[in-house]
């Protein structure tokens, strides 16, 4: 069997930027199980998986307009600490939630902490960078239907995530 649309995978990954930093990665855990096909994964990695078999190695470089996207500089602002709630710790790299005047969450990253204000990222921190990918096809399978149609895996065999 072949990485293809409609089949989850799993896999084991170790993600590196530019300067072979490690920023993420599945080593020591369970491997990372995804659908195929339905944007789960950044685009480039799913490109590059498509038609590779159990057991294939696969290093990929992913450029940012496939991965997390470009950096958008109208995505940073810098806002005042008092606008924040108490229980937020005021650290970089923070995630915190802002809301659209229709009501819609959407999340933020402390880039920048000053004494009184505070700049936060709307971008992903993985934006504008590009990815190195080290990728193991751990295991393939058929998606069930009910994953097709919630457009996710659940779970290694399919059975998990069943409460949504
Ligand atoms: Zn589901």
Redesign the pocket.
């Known amino acids: 069997m072949q990485v293809a649309d409609g089949k989850v995978v799993l896999i084991h990954y170790t993600l590196r930027d530019d300067a072979g930093e490690e920023l993420d990665s599945s080593a020591g855990s369970d491997p990372l199980v995804y659908l195929h096909g339905y944007q789960n994964i950044v685009p480039g990695l799913e490109k590059e998986l498509t038609g590779k078999a159990k057991g294939d190695k696969v290093a990929a470089v992913v450029a940012p307009e496939e991965g997390y996207g470009e950096h958008d500089p109208a995505g940073v602002q810098k806002v005042g600490r008092d606008q924040f709630p108490a229980e937020v710790p005021m650290e970089v790299g923070v995630q915190v939630f802002a809301q659209t005047p229709d009501g819609q969450q959407f999340p933020l990253w402390i880039t920048e902490v000053t004494e009184k204000e505070v700049t936060v990222d709307g971008n992903h921190p993985l934006a504008g960078k590009t990815l190195h990918f080290d990728v193991e096809v751990v295991e393939i399978r058929e998606a069930t239907d009910?994953?097709k149609a919630?457009g996710?895996a659940?779970g290694p065999t399919g059975t998990e995530?069943?409460n949504?």
């Open positions: 009910d994953e919630h996710h659940h995530g069943h949504h």
